[in-house]
């Protein structure tokens, strides 16, 4: 527990909460936590499920068999991947979940995870609470990332035992062709590592890019798993359902754990997945027309008030590099500026670690017209600080 440092987010989020009940608006882009509803279709299976009296009782922890065939069905159809439902797929209570519980069955004292830098706090903190320890690399750049793999590999005794994927990234929006992961995969196969892809942010692309999974590539599933979940791209974000796929011992690992410390998914919840999965592909199409939409909105205005912005060809966020002199206060400063005097929350960079120190994160979870609100208010902020014109 002391290497736990204190939840950083959990200041911003303490304010925030006290601004709203002294009745003041604030405009959220802090967290990637949808507002969007999900598909009217989905809601409604799920208040017919709930009626069913059998739905209320404990689940399996592994999921039931309808959705892991669906999730299987589902990697076929849009990533070319067959699974076996039985031995490759495990529901999970979200993707955090279920990665905090890989980490926990596959590492302990002396294993090491290389966790790309900027890095989502789980990501470093799921070893933390394994017992394990952690290099970060920076992921900017994915060529050299590979570079620094092997070279670490190389030059570590004993060898990380986890390599952590996530593309693409959260928080910098860094992405990825198929060819990273063909590279990736002869590492681990090398250097005998385990790979965890973090696959959370699959669907939401923008201009034609495609995420590739992990998954597809010749010889994955012979070095690691994938987690996806329902929260992005479906909207089903409190709803805390999501799958880890891929390797089968790692599966049987993680779900041996699950067995200890859960009853599963509700069962409601997991029937109506199966129908969000089953009929709701192309409200992802509109949605990922709605973020892209807002991504422009917003970079947009940043734009105008002088911030030089590398537009994410996928993910949920705006990865906003803090301009001079504004840079000169720090992120963590920054953001609590905004929130105090402009009332839009965002996410320091400092808040995923050294290298994200001098970077904003953005969500796109607010709508165009909460988004245009939010760049004047940053604009009117920031020219009252006499830190420059808007």
């Given at each position: 527990?002391?290497?736990?440092?204190?939840?950083?987010f959990g200041?911003?989020?303490?304010l925030?909460?006290?601004?709203?009940?002294?009745?003041?608006?604030?405009?959220?882009?802090?967290?990637?936590?949808?507002?969007?509803?999900?598909?009217?279709?989905?809601?409604?299976?799920?208040a017919?499920?709930?009626?069913?009296?059998?739905?209320?009782?404990?689940?399996?922890?592994?999921?039931?068999?309808?959705?892991?065939?669906?999730?299987?069905?589902?990697?076929?159809?849009?990533?070319?991947v067959?699974?076996d439902p039985?031995?490759?797929?495990?529901?999970?209570?979200?993707?955090?979940?279920?990665?905090?519980?890989?980490c926990?069955?596959?590492?302990g004292?002396?294993?090491?995870?290389?966790?790309?830098?900027?890095?989502?706090?789980?990501?470093?903190?799921?070893?933390?609470?394994?017992?394990?320890?952690?290099?970060?690399?920076?992921?900017?750049d994915?060529?050299?990332?590979?570079?620094?793999i092997?070279y670490?590999?190389?030059?570590?005794?004993?060898?990380?035992?986890?390599?952590?994927?996530?593309?693409?990234?959260?928080?910098?929006?860094?992405?990825?062709?198929?060819?990273?992961?063909?590279?990736?995969?002869?590492?681990?196969?090398?250097?005998?590592?385990?790979?965890?892809s973090?696959?959370?942010?699959?669907?939401?692309?923008?201009?034609?890019?495609k995420?590739?999974?992990?998954?597809?590539?010749?010889?994955?599933?012979d070095?690691?798993?994938?987690f996806?979940?329902?929260?992005?791209?479906?909207?089903?974000?409190?709803?805390?359902?999501?799958?880890c796929?891929?390797?089968?011992?790692m599966?049987?690992?993680?779900?041996?754990?699950?067995?200890?410390?859960?009853?599963?998914?509700?069962?409601?919840?997991?029937?109506?997945?199966?129908?969000?999965?089953?009929?709701?592909?192309?409200?992802?199409?509109?949605?990922?027309?709605?973020?892209?939409?807002?991504?422009?909105v917003l970079?947009d205005g940043?734009e105008?008030?002088?911030?030089?912005?590398?537009?994410?060809?996928?993910g949920?966020?705006?990865?906003?590099?803090?301009?001079?002199?504004?840079?000169?206060?720090?992120?963590?400063?920054?953001?609590?500026?905004?929130l105090?005097?402009?009332?839009?929350?965002?996410s320091?960079?400092?808040?995923?670690g050294d290298?994200?120190?001098?970077?904003?994160?953005?969500?796109?979870?607010?709508?165009q017209?909460?988004?245009?609100?939010?760049?004047?208010?940053?604009?009117r902020c920031?020219?009252?600080?006499?830190?420059?014109?808007?």
């Amino acid at each position: 527990m002391r290497r736990l440092p204190p939840y950083l987010f959990g200041k911003i989020n303490k304010l925030k909460y006290e601004k709203r009940v002294a009745g003041i608006d604030v405009i959220d882009l802090g967290m990637g936590n949808p507002t969007d509803p999900p598909d009217p279709v989905i809601c409604e299976k799920l208040a017919e499920a709930i009626k069913d009296p059998r739905n209320h009782r404990y689940s399996v922890s592994n999921g039931i068999a309808n959705l892991r065939k669906e999730v299987s069905l589902r990697y076929a159809r849009r990533h070319g991947v067959k699974l076996d439902p039985n031995t490759e797929v495990i529901a999970t209570i979200g993707s955090k979940e279920g990665f905090s519980h890989m980490c926990l069955a596959l590492m302990g004292p002396g294993d090491t995870a290389i966790v790309p830098s900027p890095y989502f706090p789980i990501h470093v903190y799921a070893v933390v609470l394994a017992s394990g320890n952690v290099i970060t690399l920076d992921v900017r750049d994915p060529s050299r990332f590979l570079s620094n793999i092997a070279y670490t590999c190389e030059n570590l005794y004993p060898r990380p035992k986890v390599v952590i994927a996530n593309f693409p990234h959260n928080p910098s929006s860094t992405v990825i062709e198929s060819d990273f992961f063909v590279e990736l995969v002869k590492l681990a196969k090398r250097y005998e590592f385990l790979v965890l892809s973090d696959f959370a942010y699959a669907d939401i692309c923008y201009d034609g890019y495609k995420a590739p999974s992990f998954l597809s590539t010749p010889g994955a599933i012979d070095v690691g798993v994938e987690f996806t979940t329902m929260s992005k791209s479906y909207s089903m974000a409190g709803w805390r359902i999501g799958f880890c796929c891929g390797n089968a011992e790692m599966v049987r690992a993680l779900g041996t754990i699950k067995g200890y410390y859960d009853y599963g998914i509700f069962q409601a919840i997991q029937i109506a997945a199966i129908v969000a999965m089953r009929h709701c592909d192309g409200s992802i199409d509109s949605l990922s027309a709605e973020y892209q939409e807002r991504r422009d909105v917003l970079c947009d205005g940043l734009e105008r008030l002088g911030w030089e912005i590398e537009r994410p060809k996928a993910g949920m966020f705006v990865w906003a590099r803090i301009p001079q002199p504004w840079a000169e206060m720090g992120s963590i400063d920054l953001a609590m500026k905004l929130l105090d005097e402009a009332g839009v929350a965002v996410s320091p960079g400092r808040g995923f670690g050294d290298d994200g120190e001098g970077y904003l994160r953005l969500a796109l979870v607010e709508n165009q017209q909460r988004l245009r609100q939010a760049v004047r208010e940053i604009g009117r902020c920031l020219r009252q600080r006499g830190l420059g014109a808007a």
